[in-house]
């Protein structure tokens, strides 16, 4: 069985203009100690995703339909307090911005214990005690020393770090990262990766990594997902993906990245592609993508929503027109 | 921290005699005789013996030498128009009936005041929210000898079979409701408003987020995670208020008919009774300096971030 | 520093300030049958002082005057004749008064009062190290004027103080010798400034005296407690020398400033007699039920002129007649106050005949004012008119203001506040003042205590009006025993105020009145013109 299957989830927010239909009918799964990659642009729809699985969707948006099967139990269908003891528990989380995750008047050894004392029944001692250790696995020096100071004394790469010794201490079998290292500074961003694929390891955690930055997911996940407009338009392992990208988008995505090799890849950002993602109140009534898309215009696309399908085993798409379903070069240029 | 308290409290020195000698000053520009109190001319001889006796025959500088030194004995003097008592007294007897009103104004104010706050910010949206938020705005407008009236009237006139409480007056507890009520009210919708917009903007803050993803209780993550950096707003005006609730009572003081020292501090304005009326104003800036000293105090535990930057 | 330390603190804190504080008083609820002799009452204000020698108001005088035994009190209105009290007796030889006082009377710790307390209290009170404003009452007796005067730097004051004409002839007779043989003096000691004091007490305590624990008095009554600006309380002296016809045991003053909080009190029955006083816009719903009560005052609300400025006796007349009194008093005041015919009080002894030929009247008389005004060379015809501000004041100026611009007159209202405005009358007035308001209530009731003020030197004419005719007149009257022959010459007098061919430096417009509100289980509580009520008289029913 699947750590986590997620089945056509959608997740609106009612605002006063009309309906925004943030994450509409989002479906993948994730086996245990599994690396999961979700990219595109900002406001398709990746945090709403992970958020809507937590539980934590904020007013006016709600999870209206679908479900996320976590170990059994869908988390979608959990009451509040059941909810609170998976959350931290079971799926440990981490933010984009460390700078604003942590409050700001409480002791970094308080924020780190109340997890390990609200879920494994620690005490005050055992708790700081594991605290301790807990900042050691994460490399924060001086562990012990800096315990009970406040977050402002720490630096934005150390406070995400904080922000993973968090998530994980108490052993969750699903780490949620949510773009953590899109804030940092460069210098700090692989350190903070490399952690985090070194503790996925010790702990055997199944990850969700959510990224702006293909660089970030090429080498470490498993598979990718790739979302536009509140719905995902390609599925594939990583290494299908990159070696195939079926979407049109996909292959946008991939031609904006700068072709280095190694470590530079990671500096490349989903940014160059032209044209802008579209208004989630009122989206393109069949394939979102149509209005950006080159190949747009040669079928019905348009006015037919395609399916996502499997195009081969193991990868999906969401469009008429696929790359390994193209004969001709685009008509139209961009 | 203790050096920066110390530095403060010797800051409010100075700030002080420049409250004497302004309240001195201006007490002069004011014109009246303080010993002329119905329309019946006061005797020249007697006039003549009143000025000698509290110096006010002297020029001004000697009568501020003999003040200050005064102050600094903490011998604050006669009063001029009570000629049985000292400024001393009056204070001891005075101070801490308003000292209790305010506090108790005050406890008023934070017991009801926070947790409406807090409910309608929990609440946001729905009937409850704008239930407890019209209530409030529609108080913040009432004046509070309106409401004064209006509780004695209701509760110490009308209903008075059924209530313990009186007209007017300070005794026992039940002297003590219904002016701290009336005190307490502003404040209160005061104290609503900003917990409830502080609450609203804390629950929308990342660390919040971050909060409720670590699985934390509910109630917890009110109490402890946004509770603490919404009070950081009422905590900062609380002080000031009250410094104000303890000297801006007179109205409430009249109203009620309780001896506290704002009754006293209006009187001895219009008396002339210079001694009373400079008194008070240096108890009472005291009182304010005083409390926006606990302000930073208290505002530096609540906000470590502020603590770095002073000490 | 926890969440928790800190509310706990916070809280802490605030149940400190709750618990600080040691005012405990009474305020409990009266049920209406009052069976045991115990009066609750309000008092407008915190009485300034109980010392004798300082107090100046009638607040703090009702309370001394209660807690000791005058010399004599006032009798009956309008005669207001002295009635021996603690005097048992007394002589009056041209200049010279002899009083037997009563040896029945004891201070609270059991010792006589004797003559040597008079003497002694007298010149504390006029001594010019006490700066008394009431030493003023004691300017009849010869040789106070000039040892209030005396500058300890510049004179010999104790020689001086020798020559004050109060002396104890023996252990219970004294002697007053007055610079002139004032007929009202055997009234005039009614006042409060003419009690005893107890040396051995003053000497001990200084100005702490009067504290409940430390004062010695000799009245129906003893301080029992006195929280400043809260409450007193009286306790009935047993051991006074007639306590057997003393009813109540005990009485209760609250000190309500606000009318409509001691209003309050009242409709609550936490009190039975309510002298605060009354809102204006409830004076009419009030006075619908039988709490209410008025007894008339020696006293006048009057407007003076600054004759500087409206020189003209014509123009001054054809104001004062054109103003409508009786709509003052029956729209504006509203509570049993009387228009004034002249400047002596109606009620005053031989007020009718004093007053007999004065003009001013009730309703207005607009065309002999316009007459009036017409003879008037170079009337000045903007006015400005100056009062204290308070509401009813206000509303009277306004009125005021309608009357005169039937006149032709422009009047601008100037209201002040109570203490510059005293000062801005002078006298001399400040030269802007055209017209300005004061009242005057009687200390002593004889008419010379308020015509008194219209001499030249006097310290409250703020008219710039000076008649010699008039001064000889007042000074005459202090060496005129007999009454007929004393009213004869206030009439005099008052004719060249308000007369027919008077000469108006004043106006005035009504005679006060003291309103209350009583409980109809309370007997005997009646206030005198002098604004005196005596406590030994009243029981509860
Ligand atoms: N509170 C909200 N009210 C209305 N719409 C919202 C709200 N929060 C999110 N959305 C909508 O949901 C969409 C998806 O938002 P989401 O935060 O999931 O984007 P994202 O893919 O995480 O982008 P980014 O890379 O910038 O984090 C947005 O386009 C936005 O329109
Ligand atoms: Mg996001």
Known sequence: MALLEVEDLRTYFKTREGEVRAVDGVSFSLEHSKMLGIVGESGCGKSVTVLSIMGLVQTPGRVVGGSAVFQGRDLVQLKGRELEDVRGHEIGMIFQDPMTSLNPTLTIGTQLTETLRRHLGMNKDQARKRAVELLEEVHIPNAARRLDDYPHRYSGGMRQRVMIAIAISCNPKLLIADEPTTALDVTVQAGVLDLLHELRSIHEMGVIIITHDMGVVAETADDIIVMYAGQIVEQATALDLFDRPEHPYTEALLEALPQVEGEGIREGRLRSISGRPPDLLDPPPACRFAPRCAYAGQDDCATVPPDLREIRPGHWVRSSHPTSERAAAPVGAR | MLKFIIRRVAWTIPVILLVIFMTFLMMRQIKGNPFQVTERAVNEATQRTLDRKFHLDQPWY???????KGVFTANLGPSLVQRDRDVNDVIKDHFPVSLKLGGLAM??????GIPLGIIAALKQNTKLDYAVMAVVNAGYALPNFLIATVLIYLFAVKWREHTPFPTNGWGGWETWVLPAAALGHAP????ARIVRGSMLETLQQDYIRTAKAKGLRWRRVVGLHVL????????????PLLGFLITGSFIVEFVFGIPGIGRYFVNSVTARDYSVTMGITILLSMIIIFANLLVDILYGYLDPRTRDVRT | MSKRFLWAALVGALAVTAIAGSSTAMTGKTDGSNAAQVLKMSIGSEPPSLDPGLATDTTSSNIILNIMDPLVKLGKPPALNAVPAAAASWKIRGAVVTLNLRKSVRWTNGQPVTAKDYVYGWLR?????????????????????????????????????????VKAVGKYTLRVTLVSPQP??????????????????IDRYGSKWTEPQNIVTNGPFKLASWKHDASITLVKNTKWRNAKSVKLIRVEHQIIVDATTAENAFSAKNIDVQTTGVASVNIPKWKKTRYWKTFKALGTYYYGFNTKNI????????????????QIV???????????????PIGIAGGPSILSQSTMPATAQLSKAKAALAKARNPKRSIRLYHNNAPNHVKIATAVQNFWKQLGLDVTIRPMEWKQYLQFLGPPPNADVDVYRLGWIYDFPDAYNGLVLWKCDSGNNNTNWCNRKFDSLIDKATRTPNTAKRIALYKQAENILTGPQGQLPIMPIYYYAFNMLQRENVKGFVENPTGQWDLAKVSIR
């Open chain 2, 62 to 68: 000697i009568q501020y030498a003999y003040y200050v």
């Open chain 3, 125 to 165: 009170t006029i001594s010019p190290e006490l700066g008394a404003d009431y030493a003023y009452q004691f300017e009849g007796i010869k040789g106070a004027k000039e040892y209030t005067a005396c500058d300890p730097k510049k004179a010999d004051c104790n020689a001086l103080r020798a020559r004050v004409g």
């Open chain 2, 228 to 239: 603490r950096n919404s009070l950081i707003p009422a905590v900062t005006a609380a002080a």
């Open chain 2, 188 to 191: 209160m919708t005061f104290f």
């Open chain 3, 184 to 201: 009202w003096f055997i009234q005039q000691i009614s006042h409060h400034s003419f009690l005893p004091q107890h040396k051995a007490t």
């Open chain 3, 330 to 344: 029956k729209y504006i005041t509203k509570s049993g106050q009387i228009p004034a015919k002249g400047f002596t």
């Open chain 2, 107 to 112: 406890l008023w104010a934070v017991l009801v």
């Open chain 3, 311 to 326: 020189p003209d006796a014509n123009q001054r007349r054809a104001m004062a007649i054109s103003i409508d009194r009786s």
